[in-house]
């Protein structure tokens, strides 16, 4: 685990104790922290629960509680469970579903409406994801070479280098000369405001998601930096490009991966962006999983040439 995720996981931890257990006056021991775990598995979705409980081993773990710190580990979120009760799966908070796509139209409404309030740092960030694709914390931490190829430091990197991908990608003159610029205004507004990375992006997010509300009041999913993430997956999958260049330029170590990201059904354009040939090779993985459909398909079919096998053979018994 890397040190920035492991220092996250114990802040975010430590505000789950103070706001759960110590502000209600309640005993911080294992019992305790458990039954506080539980308890908030209808409150937040699946995967934020997990995180959750990957946070407080952590943090146990770090203070020497390492028999608190399995036991966490150990529990089974409630509301996902097979064994619970209908109605506790029921509470089971769904997915929150994203903007997956950007209309050329959309994207261009948004643009003028941005350089109409002279929001010079947002316009940026949307360009940078649009041309790019990448994660937005990514952004902040490009580097420009020659050739028109930019550099992306891959921010789900794990130690053991299963996760996450440092590439190179090559552009357009045009493409590198905007998002080079973007990056320098993106720089000069942050140095002003002398804030982290993480807080300066966010800020962004939370400033673009009030500026499509404002356009779009009656839209129920509104278009997000994710949404450009998804439409390069789209783009890239409708152009024919090899699942395993497609997740070099993306940023994964597995072609799997691949599938998270868009659908070739709502792509916008012929993406102009390759991956060099270094970064492809740094894919770890460039097979796919078998799919559980034949999986399942698999197993049907081996228990279905049992149950004949064994009629047969009662057949010729009689």
Same mark, same amino acid.
């Given at each position: 685990?890397?040190?920035?995720?492991?220092?996250?996981?114990?802040?975010?931890?430590?505000?789950?104790?103070?706001?759960?257990?110590?502000?209600?006056?309640?005993?911080?021991?294992?019992?305790?922290?458990?039954?506080?775990?539980?308890?908030?598995?209808?409150?937040?979705?699946?995967?934020?629960?997990?995180?959750?409980?990957?946070?407080?081993?952590?943090?146990?773990?770090?203070?020497?509680?390492?028999?608190?710190?399995?036991?966490?580990?150990?529990?089974?979120?409630?509301?996902?469970?097979?064994?619970? $009760?209908? +109605?506790?799966?029921?509470?089971? !908070?769904?997915? #929150?579903? &994203?903007?997956? =796509? @950007?209309? /050329?139209?959309?994207?261009?409404?948004?643009?003028?409406?941005?350089?109409?309030?002279?929001?010079?740092?947002?316009?940026?960030?949307?360009?940078?994801?649009?041309?790019?694709?990448?994660?937005?914390?990514?952004?902040?931490?490009?580097?420009?070479?020659?050739?028109?190829?930019?550099?992306?430091?891959?921010?789900?990197?794990?130690?053991?280098?299963?996760?996450?991908?440092?590439?190179?990608?090559?552009?357009?003159?045009?493409?590198?000369?905007?998002?080079?610029?973007?990056?320098?205004?993106?720089?000069?507004?942050?140095?002003?405001? $002398?804030? +982290?990375?993480?807080?300066?992006? !966010?800020?962004? #997010?939370? &400033?673009?998601? =009030? @500026?499509? /509300?404002?356009?779009?009041?009656?839209?129920?999913?509104?278009?997000?930096?994710?949404?450009?993430?998804?439409?390069?997956?789209?783009?890239?999958?409708?152009?024919?490009?090899?699942?395993?260049?497609?997740?070099?330029?993306?940023?994964?170590?597995?072609?799997?991966?691949?599938?998270?990201?868009?659908?070739?059904?709502?792509?916008?354009?012929?993406?102009?962006?390759?991956?060099?040939?270094?970064?492809?090779?740094?894919?770890?993985?460039?097979?796919?999983?078998?799919?559980?459909?034949?999986?399942?398909?698999?197993?049907?079919?081996?228990?279905?040439?049992?149950?004949?096998?064994?009629?047969?053979?009662?057949?010729?018994?009689?």
């Amino acid at each position: 685990m890397l040190e920035k995720t492991k220092l996250e996981y114990i802040r975010l931890a430590n505000t789950f104790i103070k706001r759960n257990l110590l502000n209600k006056n309640i005993q911080l021991t294992e019992k305790n922290i458990r039954q506080a775990l539980i308890a908030v598995a209808t409150k937040h979705r699946p995967a934020y629960w997990r995180r959750l409980r990957c946070a407080l081993v952590t943090q146990q773990r770090e203070a020497g509680f390492f028999k608190t710190a399995h036991k966490l580990r150990m529990i089974v979120n409630p509301v996902t469970n097979p064994d619970s $009760q209908p +109605e506790l799966k029921a509470q089971k !908070k769904q997915k #929150q579903k &994203r903007c997956k =796509t @950007v209309r /050329k139209e959309e994207h261009f409404l948004l643009k003028s409406h941005l350089k109409a309030k002279k929001d010079h740092s947002l316009l940026a960030v949307i360009e940078i994801a649009r041309i790019l694709g990448c994660r937005p914390i990514e952004m902040l931490s490009l580097q420009f070479r020659e050739g028109n190829q930019v550099k992306i430091t891959g921010a789900k990197k794990t130690e053991n280098g299963l996760r996450g991908l440092d590439r190179t990608i090559t552009l357009t003159a045009k493409q590198h000369e905007i998002v080079q610029t973007a990056f320098l205004a993106l720089h000069e507004q942050r140095s002003c405001l $002398q804030i +982290e990375k993480e807080v300066y992006i !966010k800020r962004l #997010q939370g &400033r673009l998601a =009030t @500026v499509t /509300k404002n356009l779009w009041p009656k839209r129920k999913h509104r278009i997000t930096l994710y949404s450009y993430r998804h439409l390069m997956g789209s783009d890239l999958k409708a152009s024919g490009m090899n699942r395993i260049e497609i997740a070099a330029i993306m940023g994964h170590q597995s072609v799997d991966s691949v599938d998270v990201y868009g659908n070739s059904k709502t792509s916008q354009r012929k993406p102009t962006i390759t991956a060099t040939a270094e970064s492809i090779t740094e894919v770890r993985k460039t097979s796919l999983k078998t799919p559980l459909y034949q999986i399942k398909t698999k197993k049907q079919s081996l228990k279905q040439r049992i149950l004949t096998s064994i009629s047969h053979t009662t057949q010729a018994r009689l």
